[in-house]
């Protein structure tokens, strides 16, 4: 019993650490379906999980530091998308200098205005996303193992957890059975059969990065106003390129890619486990081991398991209509 | 670049106000950044007391990326500082080089050691203080489990967590303790979210008292604390005040002190080189007791803990000294 409640616990922290990654994850799903690669969701979440701890301390609402989160990934995500669309600039170099642009201006910004070296005020009460406990936790908590894992697996995260969980079915449907996500794909794979339809690649293309941004902003409030107390320098620390992994691991599938992201927050909670406990057999193995399992795993999936990764034909191509 | 640009301002600041550039100290701050409300800050608060009690301004930097160490502290040295105090183990290569090239420039390194006729190190015997705040934590549990979340898996903050482990058996021979290190680079002192999901993943396995010796990275571990309704035990400042209510102590360790010491003595001429050694004796570490946590430390605890702190003073408990084992 005590074992079943340690691997609810380690499943519980999976789900905690699995968020960001999901929701950039999905967000690049948006971005490259439509063939614009977007290396940039790291600069979108930091941004945003700036915004978020700013806005959140200032006004003391969480819920409006998510609506300056998403607000500010939209306007990254439409930059990206003017550089890249509007005027065909390379697509990783926009990323990339999207990136850099964050990662300095969050931490200017963040000495400028609260004058904490880089960090935002710490966050309490209502200004941070709590967990929720779920009806019925009480009720059920007699019943043998469906009692604990609706205790502590299924309640007891906080909001966004359940947007998040909300967003991935919704981010299938919109993608495989919408007209919206008909278009979406097509345009990621032909631009030109597209184009000739009579529909505007550019706006099509304009229209996911608008989702990836929302995406990307949920994320960085995520980060910094339910995970953390407080927006710290470089917290996002490489999330998003993980998200990037995880979106070619799952071959560019909502389910497979969130498959992946999972997987990936399970290594970095069994990590956190695995420390100092002497496994049979093995005895304790050294930190440092433990720590690279994350990575060594990564490394091992993406190169012997996933097998070929075919991205969208169109995908980094700029679309240029022929004159 | 941050570097040229901090030398281009401060030769600007130097060629206004000649006279100063003899007095002036210099601080360099570790990852974690001065206001990591833990270690880096303690040094921070250390200068200020400085600046505000002399009205001398110090030159400062703060460490980024590792890469700047050794250049950073070159720029300082070459401005000609009273001193130029590096904070933390980290920076002790980078001392070492850049002493030897500047022999007229006195330097003082905190945390770690350097063998030079122009550097004081300041290091503390963290394990003593991490004794009286394990003493605390196995007192205050109730499941008779206690964490450790450290920063970097680095020697000195293997210290910490022997110090603290041999306090808490002291107090509860049963006690078992959980340790986890955040990383193994730096960037281990700045990672609250990974602090926060370490404290809960020791909650779950029963942990009510938990000690972070992380920097930064601390900051989640007593938010995740406060979340879960279990004790935290603060680092090196004084962070009580963080979370008044679930802050169950602090481990104080003086880098403001020694910070604040270096200064003044170089600008009076009394600075020496060598090591420095700073333990219970020497009020170099503690533990904090303020109107923050007075309610959550019951007399018991603070007779027994005031005892096993008389002992240590007087030699009757030795606490293990990881790093002296060596």
């Known amino acids: ?24 994850a999905l967000a690049g799903l948006f ?30 609402s969480a819920w409006l530091g998510l609506v300056a989160a998403v607000a500010v990934s939209v306007v990254f995500a439409l930059i990206h998308a003017f550089a890249c669309v509007t005027h065909k600039g390379n697509q990783v170099v926009s990323g990339m200098a999207l990136n850099v ?34 009806p019925f936790v009480q009720t059920l908590s007699g019943v043998p193992v469906l009692g604990p894992i609706y205790a502590r697996l299924i309640s007891g995260h906080n909001a966004l957890v359940y947007l998040t969980l909300a967003a991935i079915p919704l981010v299938s449907f919109v993608v495989f059975r919408t007209r919206f996500g008909l278009r979406l ?56 390129f993980l998200a990037l992994a995880a979106l070619i691991f799952g071959k560019w599938m909502p389910v497979p890619t969130v498959l992946a992201c999972l997987l990936f927050a399970f290594a970095d909670a069994l990590q956190g486990r695995l420390q100092g406990v002497a496994l049979p057999g093995i005895g304790v193995v050294p930190v440092q081991a ?18 070929k990764a075919v991205a969208p034909k169109a995908s980094g191509v700029p679309y240029a209509k022929e004159k | 670049m941050k570097s040229t640009f901090l030398a281009a301002a401060l030769a600007a600041g130097l060629a206004a106000t000649p006279a100063m550039a003899q007095t002036a100290p210099a601080v360099l701050f570790d990852v974690g950044g001065k206001f990591d409300r833990s270690f880096n800050q303690a040094a921070y608060e250390g200068a200020e007391r400085f600046k505000r009690e002399t009205g001398v301004q110090y030159s400062e930097f703060e460490i980024t990326n590792t890469a700047e160490r050794e250049q950073a502290i070159r720029n300082l040295a070459r401005r000609g500082a009273s001193v130029v105090v590096a904070v933390g183990f980290s920076n002790r290569a980078a001392v070492e080089t850049v002493a030897k090239e500047f022999p007229n420039v006195r330097f003082t390194l905190i945390d770690s050691v350097v063998d030079l006729p122009n550097v004081q190190s300041v290091t503390f015997r963290e394990h003593e203080g991490s004794f009286l705040v394990g003493m605390a934590a196995a007192l205050a549990s109730r499941t008779g489990k ?26 509860n021979a049963q006690v078992e303790v959980f340790m986890n290190m955040t990383g193994t680079t730096p960037a281990a002192f700045r990672d609250p979210t990974r602090g926060a999901e370490l404290a809960r993943g020791q909650f779950d396995r029963g942990v009510d008292v938990v000690f972070a010796a992380a920097g930064a990275t601390g900051i989640g571990v007593y938010q995740a604390a406060k979340d879960a309704g279990r004790l935290a035990i603060g680092v090196d400042s004084n962070q009580n005040h963080l979370h008044p ?20 003595q170089a600008r009076a001429g009394t600075w020496r080189p060598g090591a420095r050694v700073l333990g219970l004796r020497e009020e170099g570490v503690g533990m904090a007791i303020d109107e923050h946590n007075r309610r959550l430390i019951t007399p018991e605890m603070e007779r027994r803990i005031a005892e096993a702190r008389q002992a240590i003073i007087e030699g009757r408990i030795v606490v293990t000294d990881v790093t002296a084992a060596r």
């Not at chain 1, 005590?2 to 519980?12: G, I």
């Open chain 1, 1 to 24: 019993m005590e074992e079943f409640a340690q691997f609810l616990s380690l499943l519980a922290s999976t789900v905690r650490l699995s968020m960001p990654l999901i929701l950039c």
């Open chain 1, 31 to 60: 971005a490259e379906r439509a063939g614009v690669v977007d290396i940039g969701l790291e600069g979108k979440m930091l941004a945003a999980a700036f915004a978020a701890g700013s806005a959140a301390a200032v006004s003391g």
């Open chain 1, 101 to 134: 642009l964050a990662v300095g201006l969050t931490a200017v910004l963040a000495f400028a205005w609260f004058r904490e070296g880089g960090q935002t005020p710490a966050l309490q009460g209502a200004a941070r996303f709590a967990p929720l406990e779920l």
């Open chain 1, 185 to 240: 794909r097509a345009v990621g794979e032909n631009p030109h059969a597209v184009d000739t339809a009579g529909i505007s690649v550019a706006w099509l293309r304009y229209r996911a990065m608008l989702c990836c941004g929302v995406l990307c902003g949920v994320a960085g409030s995520y980060l910094a106003t339910a995970m953390a107390s407080a927006f710290q320098r470089e917290m996002t620390a490489g999330k998003g």
């Open chain 1, 290 to 307: 433990i720590q690279a399992l994350p990575y060594i795993l990564t490394v091992l999936l993406l190169a012997g398991f996933v097998g």
């Open chain 2, 146 to 171: 206690v964490g450790f979340v450290g920063g970097m898996d680095v020697p000195i903050i293997r210290k910490f967590h022997r110090g603290f482990e041999e306090g808490a058996k002291h107090a």
């Open chain 2, 245 to 264: 209510g679930t802050m169950l102590t602090s481990m104080t360790k003086r880098v403001d002190v020694a910070v604040y010491e270096a200064m003044t």
